[in-house]
C-alpha cells in the first residue's frame, strides 16, 4: 500500500488566499484525522471522522477552517481566508477500524506557508 | 499542569548507550499509550504500543505505570539511526475525555 498520500507537499500563499489541503487514506481504513504541527504548540488534532463522518471538531482553531470527506478515499482541509498564524506543518493521519485508539498512520505532510 | 508531560531533552549520548525517556499523564482513567518517534522534517511514526504488562521490540522497551501515571521508553545499544524526536502520545479519544494528546517530544541525538 501506498500508505497515507497528501497534496500538495509544500504551499506557499498570501495572506486572505483560500488554501486546500488534500488527503487520502490508507485503503480500507476507517478514521480519518486531521492535525496541525507547530513549534509552539506541538501536534494537535483538529477534526477527525469515522466512515466519511465527522466526530469532533472540537480542535478546528475557528470558522476560517473547515473539513470534509466525501467519501472513503479523499479528504480535504481548507482555510480561508488563510492568515500568517495558520503556517504550520498540517497531517493527515487514518487508522484501521474498531477502535478510535488504534494505531495511526501519518501521511507526509503539508508544510503551508501563509506570508 | 499539561495533561502529556515529557522530558524536555535533548539527549546527546554515545552510540551504544542505554538511554531512558519517561513520559507523565494527568487523566487516570487514560487507557492507549503510544510512542512515536518523529526524524526532521517528516511524520510521526508508530515505535510501539505500551501495553499494561510491559513491550519489548528488540532493542526497545516500553512500560506503564498505572500507579504513577507514566510511560517509559528504554532504548538499549542505541544507534545512530535512533537519533530522532520521540512522542509520547495517550489516546483517549471515543471516552468521556475524547481526546488525543501529543507530548511535545523528546530529543535524542546519538554520537559516535
Known amino acids: 500500500d501506498a500508505g497515507v498520500i497528501q497534496s500538495p507537499r509544500h504551499e506557499v500563499t498570501e495572506m486572505g488566499q483560500e488554501v486546500t489541503l488534500r488527503c487520502k487514506p490508507i485503503s480500507g481504513h476507517d478514521y480519518l484525522f486531521w492535525y496541525r504541527q507547530t513549534m509552539m504548540r506541538g501536534l494537535e488534532l483538529l477534526i477527525y471522522f469515522n466512515n466519511n463522518v465527522p466526530i469532533d471538531d472540537s480542535g478546528m482553531p475557528e470558522d476560517r477552517f473547515s473539513a470534509k470527506m466525501p467519501n472513503a478515499s479523499f479528504s480535504t482541509l481548507k482555510i480561508q481566508p488563510s492568515e500568517p498564524r495558520d503556517s504550520a506543518v498540517y497531517f493527515c493521519a487514518s487508522s484501521l477500524r474498531e477502535r478510535v485508539t488504534d494505531t495511526q498512520y501519518f501521511g507526509p505532510g503539508t508544510r503551508l506557508t501563509v506570508l | ?112
Do not use: H
Open chain 2, 1 to 112: 499542569r499539561k495533561e502529556v508531560e515529557q522530558d524536555p531533552g535533548p539527549f546527546n549520548v554515545p552510540e551504544g548507550a542505554t538511554v531512558a525517556f519517561n513520559c507523565t499523564y494527568s487523566n487516570s482513567a487514560s487507557q492507549s499509550f503510544f510512542w512515536y518517534r518523529q526524524d526532521c522534517r517528516k511524520e510521526p511514526k508508530l515505535l510501539m504500543s505500551v501495553y499494561s504488562s510491559g513491550n519489548e521490540d528488540g532493542r526497545f522497551t516500553a512500560q506503564l505505570n498505572r500507579a504513577s501515571q507514566y510511560i517509559s521508553l528504554l532504548i538499549r545499544d542505541s544507534k545512530l539511526s535512533d537519533s530522532a524526536t520521540y512522542l509520547c502520545v495517550v489516546n483517549n479519544l471515543g471516552s468521556s475525555a475524547s481526546k488525543i494528546i501529543f507530548g511535545s517530544g523528546t530529543r535524542l541525538s546519538i554520537r559516535p
